[in-house]
């Protein structure tokens, strides 16, 4: 028996597996990327930063992370 339960997803345009209990806060904790850093869109809808934990990621669903740099 599996451990969790595994969804389809594509993320930045390739296919990934994440548990069927994912959020977009968990994914990008997962990810380990810098919250105060990235923007979510889930398909083609940007995801508020204070939605993050309860915006369950569903079966098939697009989703697209941009990680922003500083510079100087």
């Not at 990934?16 to 990810?31: D, H, I």
């Not at 809808?45 to 369950?56: D, E, L, Y």
């Amino acid at each position: 028996m599996p451990e969790t339960d595994q969804i389809e997803i594509t993320l930045n345009g390739e296919s990934r597996q994440v548990p069927a209990n994912c959020t977009v806060q968990k994914l990008v904790e997962g990810l380990k990327l810098p919250s105060g850093q990235v923007a979510v869109e889930v398909n083609r809808s940007i995801a508020r930063r204070s939605s993050w934990p309860q915006t369950c990621i569903q079966d098939g669903d697009s989703i697209e992370i941009v990680h922003f740099v500083g510079g100087g």
